[in-house]
């Protein structure tokens, strides 16, 4: 693991245009070694769990932490849509956001190195990533055209070079990989050692898993489709969140016409959460994903969907529709969509995010 190096960049990208969102339950000590990459930018911390327990937050940073009874203030009754004991409480953050970009890490994720060596910059290349077009519609065969060293290859349609905006780039991990239960159990040793310095779309009509821990949107393009879904305590399944905001976002971006990049920035990833915890937690996920996969790869929008939220809308009856026959989960997840776009609407009036009529309990400028 790559240690802290001394120097803060000069001149941070988007410094007031990004908000970085962390869910946590414990101090955030993993700070200190982001601090020459984070400290520029504002952080909204999520606490999740008990909200009587402090949370430290290292000197320096500038940064709002919400506990659970500031969602039950800010929210009321439409709190229920946000999940409790699980991190997907971090959508919370997305819906209370000013900025035009988030980008979201997991607590016990810490900074990288290339294979050279050098420090890893994860937010830097993510917003690399979001402001450079994507390519959904004809892949690539030398990946991301728009990275310095490379171009079109000969064969791609002049007419579709000039790409579409990118709503989301998703990033990927060294060291401990992002399986499920089953495979940490029949891989408990294993590491992901493999740098691969590649960034590419995700074409049109694929489907991907998301993994929250290392995320980066557009949250005026995509925001009000990234919820992370009813998971953790009181519900029937866990560690589904990240991958269903990604099978929503990506029929919606693919409906829309914006893309989605993977691959590079890699962060480093320390920590194996227990398998069999896991696999309670996985258990109905893993049924139900081989329905659910074929209903978003089936998932038709009308043309008149023409926002994210008229998307989201119509992607929740859907569910309602065809995954309520499943189990009664997806009936009570359909309604919880409902309620996030409500409350996504009543704190982002404009589309664009105002300021909140009650902040947090707890802020700190720095």
Not at 12 to 19: I, M
Not at 226 to 245: K, S, T, V
Request: charged residues 25%; glycine residues 6%; neutral net charge.
């Amino acid at each position: 693991m790559a240690e802290a190096s001394k120097a803060v960049p000069s001149t941070p990208l988007l410094k007031d245009e990004l908000d970085i969102v962390i869910p946590t339950i414990r101090n955030l000590d993993f700070l200190e070694m982001w601090r020459p990459f984070f400290q520029p930018y504002h952080l909204i911390i999520v606490q999740d769990g008990d909200p009587s327990r402090t949370i430290k937050v290292p000197d320096g940073f500038d940064y709002e932490l919400y506990n659970r009874n500031d969602i039950n203030r800010i929210l009321g009754p439409k709190a229920s849509c946000i999940s409790f004991k699980d991190s997907a409480c971090r959508c919370f953050g997305y819906m209370v956001s000013k900025k035009k970009y988030i980008y979201t890490i997991d607590d016990d994720c810490f900074v990288a190195k290339d294979p050279s060596g050098k420090e890893i910059n994860a937010l830097e290349q993510h917003i690399k990533n979001l402001l450079s077009p994507s390519t959904p519609f004809f892949f690539n065969t030398l990946y991301d055209p728009y990275r310095e060293g490379t171009d079109f290859v000969r064969g791609y349609p002049f007419s579709l070079r000039e790409g579409v905006p990118t709503a989301v780039s998703h990033g990927l991990w060294l060291n401990i990989p992002d399986y499920d239960a089953p495979t940490q159990l029949v891989k408990p040793l294993e590491r992901n050692t493999r740098y691969v310095d590649a960034v590419l779309t995700i074409p049109k009509g694929t489907l991907f898993p998301l993994c929250g821990m290392n995320l980066a949107f557009n949250r005026e393009l995509i925001g009000a489709a990234m919820y992370f879904g009813l998971m953790g305590d009181g519900q029937p399944i866990g560690r589904y969140d990240d991958m269903w905001a990604g099978w929503c976002t990506k029929v919606i971006c693919d409906h829309l016409g914006w893309g989605i990049k993977t691959g590079l920035p890699y962060i480093w990833h320390s920590k194996a959460s227990n398998p069999f915890v896991n696999l309670k937690k996985e258990y109905n996920g893993i049924y139900w994903q081989e329905e659910l996969i074929p209903f978003f790869q089936s998932v038709s929008l009308p043309k008149d969907c023409t926002t994210v939220q008229k998307c989201y809308i119509e992607l929740s009856k859907q569910v309602k529709a065809k995954l309520g026959k499943v189990d009664a989960y997806f009936t009570k997840l359909a309604d919880a969509m409902l309620t996030w776009i409500e409350a996504w609407d009543e704190l982002n009036p404009s589309g664009k995010s105002e300021e909140l009529p009650n902040g947090p309990a707890n802020a700190k400028a720095k």
